[in-house]
């Protein structure tokens, strides 16, 4: 049995605590900006002659100088919220994914990777927490204390007012706040329920040794890879895509799902590594690694794939209302978009396209950090533009940025790690159990 170390929960708490000064100094340094910095700030902006939009919500309404400082007061008053969602959903998502590779092992009666399903199980116990806050976020924004999505103003959607928006009247039907509460509601405690329902039903498996059970714990691990299925393309259209409701794509769904699933592997693939260290785990050897390996370096891949398929496609029409999605992340957050292909693409390719690599803990470990920090600029490149738009090089949004990611991985490693010290590392009622004990990968 796992016993989290004083030492490490310690390190948690002291990333707790300093991510919240970081974010709340960052947040009074974000409340302090009055509007002649703002002022100033469009003007930097727009020194070198550019005047991409960085969100479709720029090209409706008046477009005189003082709409445009209104715009740009409520990017830069957007930015500790954005921070804070793009922190959330990235880790609510790789939680939910940690949470689908595991009902997959179950559904496929996957024999090698049962001596690391308390891991995932582990990493899943994180979804309530990280639901929570997108909860708080979301009553946030509809009550107007926060403006990550403008569709929720309802001026836009008013016909006969100065900034009506027909493309945002036309999807009202979808677009509209009691349906997008409800929905969130859905997502969260969905997944919350699933994540309870699956891990209790493990523990009896482990304590009947029943087949009637386990038979039970295959249905709802089925259950939760439907209900996953829908949701996480539900998901990532209200809280990621509607940010730009003017823009949509339909590799997006898949490019935000394959992202976070790369993450919650490299994420299981630490832990696991971890705890084989620390001897709690002595089971988990070079072939399970190995198999890890394989499944971080496909979903890398799959989600290569589906950039080049979004932005070639997108990029190659040329149709006004597609390219401005890209463009205003070319201009404005052109290292990030850079910086994305270079550690999820370039470096997983030339580093673990051998298979014996895989079997290297130090060169997995690196890799498995590599793409955690990789798939985070993933969904910071979603999120940022389209809410905090070209405002965002500042120290404000570098405090509040550092802090929340600190803040988030803080609570992830408390809320994961004494997870697991509850639960038993190896799930001995399991069938496929021995299969797992005796697995070696055959090349």
């Known amino acids: 049995m796992y016993s989290f ?13 300093l991510g919240l000064v970081l974010f709340g100094a960052g947040y009074f340094m974000n409340h302090g900006i009055d509007d002649a910095r703002i002022e100033h700030m469009m003007e930097s902006v727009h020194a070198g002659g550019n005047h991409a939009p960085s969100n479709s919500s720029e090209l409706v309404g008046p477009q005189d100088h003082a709409a445009h400082l209104e715009h740009a007061k409520m990017q830069v008053h957007n930015q500790p919220l ?13 939680s939910c994914c940690a949470l689908f590779f595991y009902s997959i092992q179950n559904a496929s009666h996957a024999g090698w990777s049962i001596i690391i399903l308390r891991v995932m199980e582990a990493v899943a116990s994180f979804i309530p927490w990280a639901g929570g806050m997108i909860i708080i976020l979301t009553v946030l924004n509809v009550t107007h204390q926060g403006h990550l999505f403008h569709w929720m103003d309802p001026e836009l959607t008013t016909p006969g007012n100065a900034n009506f928006d027909p493309i945002l009247f036309e999807k009202k039907r979808f677009l509209n706040i009691p349906f997008y509460v409800f929905r969130t509601l859905v997502y969260v405690l969905g997944a919350s329920f699933f994540a309870w329902k699956l891990k209790s039903l493990s523990r009896k498996v482990d304590e009947t040794k029943s087949r009637e059970v386990y038979a039970k714990y295959y249905s709802w691990s089925v259950g939760y890879i439907a209900f996953f299925g829908f949701c996480s393309a539900a998901w990532a259209w209200d809280w990621l895509m509607s940010i730009d409701p003017h823009w949509y794509s339909t590799m997006y769904i898949w490019y935000a799902m394959v992202s976070t699933l790369a993450a919650s592997i490299a994420a299981i693939m630490l832990i696991s590594v971890y705890l084989k260290k620390k001897g709690f785990l002595p089971q988990f050897n070079d072939n ?18 589906t950039w080049f398929a979004q932005f070639m496609l997108y990029w190659y029409a040329n149709v006004p209302e597609e390219v401005n999605y890209f463009f205003g992340r070319f201009e404005y957050y052109g290292w990030v978009f850079w910086i994305i292909l270079l550690l ?29 920090i990789g798939q985070w600029f993933v969904y910071y490149n979603m999120v940022m533009p389209g809410t905090v738009g070209p405002y965002w090089e500042t120290p404000e949004v570098l405090l509040l940025t550092v802090g929340s ?8 490693l408390l809320v994961v790690l004494t997870a697991l010290s509850k639960l038993k590392l190896i799930p001995v009622g399991n069938p496929f159990l021995h299969e797992s004990k005796i697995y070696e990968y055959p090349f």
């Open 5 to 17: 170390s004083p030492k490490l929960r310690l390190y948690s708490i002291i990333f707790i605590v």
């Open 344 to 372: 999820n693409f370039l470096i997983p390719l030339t580093v673990m396209v051998s298979s014996s690599i895989k079997r290297n803990y130090t060169v997995m470990c690196t890799m498995a950090v590599v793409i955690l």
């Open 82 to 94: 954005a921070t804070l969602h793009t922190i959330s959903v990235f880790l609510f998502a790789l």
């Open 405 to 412: 990611v600190l803040f988030g991985v803080g609570s992830f």
């Open 288 to 305: 399970h690694l190995h198999d890890l390996g394989v499944f971080l370096f496909a979903s890398t891949m799959l989600w290569t794939y």
